[in-house]
């Protein structure tokens, strides 16, 4: 595709829901990243993947939270049991082999 | 870990101004990115520095890195209204992002 794609745009769901948020990264690319971002403040790493490894899970913030990539392309977060802390921008980016990272829309995620 | 502090937090000029953010490390760098974020929307990448002393041009922005490769700076001539937005830089590390804070351009109505 010609760039990062991210779906749902808007998530709103209740206090201990699961939910899971879509990440399809531009073609070909290797390497896959997700970011969370507060209001005001810059991406906060949660995790990556080259291919389908995970290679670094070490931003995600408790249990709750889990990523995959099982075919090396469309990824997914997964928070369960959410909580009303959860609520942020969920940005997905992707890289060939770890050079300059371009990002996606983002998902915004409320948790009410 | 790794750590980048960017500065200032906001900065509001009046259109034609000039807009400077700067980024600190006590660490050496490999290299430094930086994005730019309009209001609403995604970082979006501006440029990548790698050498000692690097300077860069961008039409109406210069990128800078330090001699020592512990700071960096983006410095935009004559601000116009497209130039709104948050301005980050970032430190690649171990393939992760380390990013500042951000500096957030406002154009003075």
């Known amino acids: 595709g010609a760039g990062v794609s991210q779906s749902p745009r808007y998530k709103v769901t209740k206090r201990g829901q699961d939910v899971a948020l879509r990440c399809d990264p531009i073609s070909g690319h290797v390497s896959l990243y997700w970011y969370r971002q507060a209001l005001g403040q810059g991406p906060e790493f949660l995790t990556y993947?080259?291919?389908?490894?995970?290679?670094?899970k070490s931003g995600l913030p408790n249990d709750r939270f889990s990523a995959e990539r099982p075919e090396g392309s469309i990824s997914t977060l997964t928070i369960q049991r959410t909580e009303q802390r959860d609520s942020a921008m969920y940005r997905c980016a992707s890289s060939w082999s770890g050079g300059t990272q371009y990002f996606g829309p983002g998902t915004r995620l409320l948790v009410l | 870990g790794q750590q980048v502090m960017q500065i200032p937090q906001y900065q509001h000029v009046q259109e034609g101004e000039d807009f400077t953010t700067y980024c600190n490390s006590s660490t050496t760098l490999s290299n430094i990115q930086w994005y730019k974020q309009r209001p609403g929307g995604h970082p979006v990448f501006l440029i990548q520095?790698?050498?000692s002393g690097e300077v860069k041009k961008q039409k109406r922005l210069t990128f800078q890195f330090g001699e020592a490769k512990k700071n960096s700076s983006l410095h935009i001539t004559a601000t116009q209204t497209t130039d709104v937005g948050t301005y980050f830089c970032a430190v690649d590390s171990n393939y992760q992002l380390i990013w500042g804070a951000g500096t957030k351009l406002i154009i003075k109505p």
């Open positions: 993947f080259n291919y389908e490894a995970q290679q670094d």
């Open positions: 520095l790698v050498k």
